[in-house]
Every structure is written in structure tokens, then in C-alpha cells.
């Protein structure tokens, strides 16, 4: 430990009890991850069999997974019913105490019911497990122990046994509780990859996130419409062109036909570098001076597809056409600022 750590140290914490608490927080991530390679490790053939079938039998449910644990199994219950849920699986947690007082009426027989206790004995889970046998609901238990009452009554068992907890006295819950946990994300994946889950499922699930932003927000989300659209004709002069430009504020003005299709842009850039040439345009139409072939984009397109365009060509603005090729909308850098696409 450095002079600068030992300074930060409160008075009562030494720099050796410092050290043993660094030796114990490796120790501890140690013994975590070889419960985890050992999960791995018992994935044989024979091993891995009951996962593949729970995986089957999750994609066959056709009501909810129902999850339920007490005490730290109950906590990462929950977290395996909120990873189920936000990745195409209806799932709730139900704490079995409560269960037991009423709350098994929300289980029905299309449901599957995953069970999570170290020991496989908890009397909580056991006292409700025989009623969600007789009510249809398909069970499976996930463990640390094969000859466990839970697993014996279980159509599938998952083994979460771990050879040691991390906590010094071998007592509390931690690399069990990490391996169950990872277990729980196993199935979630396997089964997500099953469904043939993609990045728009997920995002419908989380539209308050910033994955929900990008992949639900479309060009037509955040185009500026109407009146705010800057577009000139061809015809009309280079004077003209700028005042379009200073009114609707987007540095840049469109070109459009007769039938207001964008047949050219001009920015600020562009009328930079004809200061920087020394060119007499002065009596110039725009459509001498404008940058033919502008970049369009559909408004059914994504938004963060806008930004891969403007990113692609280094620009700023875009302009947005719609199938027939009119001109429907325009779009900066700063629309897509504010909508947090970016």
C-alpha cells in the first residue's frame, strides 16, 4: 500500500487490517469466479441436459415464469424474473410467505414456476410447492443439492452447489448466490437467442433508456416539418438563399423543383469557400453555386441511422425525402442532440 493510500485510511483502520481487507475482497472475487468455472465445468453432456430441456420448456410456456426464493435466493429471484421480463419473457417474482397467504391464485397451469433455495429444504417453498404441483404449473427447482426434497419433486433440477461460500466463516450466502444468479442469466440468454429476440424487443421493453432512444426514435420523430423546412427554388438568388437560411436557422437551405423535390443544398460551409476562392457571385442563381445530389434519408428510418449518415460524410444536416422523393422534413445535428439519440 502506497503513502498516499495509508493517508486516506480513517485513524482506526491500520494499514495491515487495510491489507487483510484487499487480500479478503481478492479472495472473495476469487473463490466467486471458480464457483462460476466450476458451473461451467459440470456442463457436460449429461450435466447440461436439464438446462436444455428448462430452456425448452421456458419457450413452450405459454403463461408466465413465476420465481420464487426467500432471503438472498429471494433477491436474485427477483433479479432473474426483472432479466426474464426485459428480454421476452413474461416473469414475476412471488415471494413464497406471501404465497402462502393468497398469492398463489396468480399462479395458473400454463405457468412455470422456478423454485430457488440453496439447501432445496426451505420451509417456505416447501409447504407451497406440493399446491403448485397439483395446480398444473410445471416446476423448476434450482439448488445446491441433488438429494434435496425440492429437487426430488422437481420436473427439472438445475445444481447451483457451490464447493464454498466467500464469507470467511462459510456461512453466508455469496458465491452460491453468485452462481445461481449466473444461472438464472444462462437461462435468460439461452432462451432470448432462442426466441430469436432482437435489439428492437429489447428496446420496446426499456423506452426510457438510451438503447430505447436509439433504436425507437425515427427521423420522423425529430424533423423539423412545414414552414421550418428551409428550401428555395433554383432560380432564385444567392442574397435570397441566405436570408432562407438566417430565418429557419439550420445553416443550410434545400433546392427544390417545382414538384419540391431536393434537387440541391447550400450550407455556410459552401458559402465560405466561395469567400475563401474570391469568386464574383454576386449575380449568381443559387442553382450555380448549390451542392447537387443532396444526402436524404427516409423518416421512417431510424434516427440513429441520421446520425451514421451525417458521421459517414461529415455533415450536419440532412434532409429528409419520402418514397416519392419529396422533400417531407429536415433534420441537424442539434434535433438529435435533444431527443438524446446522441
Do not use: W
Amino acid at each position: 500500500m502506497s503513502v498516499t493510500e495509508a493517508k486516506i485510511l480513517p485513524k482506526s483502520f491500520s494499514a495491515e487490517r487495510a491489507q487483510r481487507a484487499l487480500e479478503l475482497a481478492r479472495q472473495t472475487l476469487q473463490i466467486e469466479a471458480d464457483a462460476i468455472l466450476a458451473l461451467k465445468s459440470r456442463m457436460s453432456d449429461a450435466d447440461a441436459e436439464p438446462l436444455a430441456r428448462a430452456v425448452g420448456v421456458l419457450l413452450e410456456c405459454k403463461g408466465r415464469v413465476v420465481v420464487s426464493g426467500i432471503g438472498k435466493s429471494g433477491h436474485i429471484g427477483r433479479k432473474i424474473a426483472a432479466t426474464f421480463a426485459s428480454t421476452g419473457t413474461p416473469a414475476l417474482f412471488m415471494h413464497p410467505a406471501e404465497a402462502a397467504h393468497g398469492d398463489l391464485g396468480m399462479v395458473t397451469p400454463g405457468d412455470v414456476f422456478i423454485a430457488i433455495s440453496n439447501s432445496g429444504e426451505t420451509a417456505e417453498l416447501m409447504a407451497i410447492v406440493p399446491i403448485i404441483k397439483r395446480m398444473g404449473a410445471y416446476l423448476i427447482a434450482m439448488t445446491g443439492n441433488d438429494d434435496s426434497s425440492l429437487a426430488r419433486l422437481s420436473a427439472i433440477h438445475l445444481n447451483v452447489g457451490v464447493a464454498k461460500e466467500a464469507c470467511t466463516l462459510n456461512l453466508a450466502p455469496t458465491a452460491s448466490t453468485t452462481a445461481t444468479l449466473a444461472m438464472g442469466d444462462a437461462l435468460a440468454v439461452s432462451l432470448l437467442d432462442a426466441r430469436g429476440f432482437l435489439e428492437e424487443d429489447f428496446a420496446r421493453s426499456h423506452p426510457g433508456g438510451a438503447l430505447g432512444r436509439r433504436l425507437l426514435t425515427h427521423v420522423r420523430d425529430v424533423m423539423r416539418t412545414g414552414d421550418a423546412i428551409p428550401a428555395v427554388k433554383p432560380d432564385v438568388s444567392l442574397s435570397a438563399a441566405l436570408m432562407e437560411i438566417t430565418r429557419k436557422g439550420m445553416a443550410m437551405t434545400a433546392v427544390v423543383d417545382d414538384d419540391y423535390h431536393p434537387i440541391g443544398v447550400f450550407t455556410d460551409g459552401d458559402l465560405r469557400r466561395l469567400l475563401e476562392r474570391g469568386e464574383d457571385f454576386t449575380k449568381s442563381s443559387i442553382a450555380d453555386i448549390m451542392h447537387r445530389g443532396p444526402r436524404t434519408i427516409n423518416p421512417d428510418q431510424l434516427a440513429v441511422d441520421a446520425v451514421q449518415l451525417m458521421e459517414e460524410f461529415r455533415i450536419n444536416q440532412v434532409l429528409v425525402a419520402d418514397a416519392q422523393g419529396k422533400l417531407v422534413g429536415a433534420l441537424h445535428i442539434h434535433d438529435l442532440t435533444r431527443a438524446k439519440v446522441i
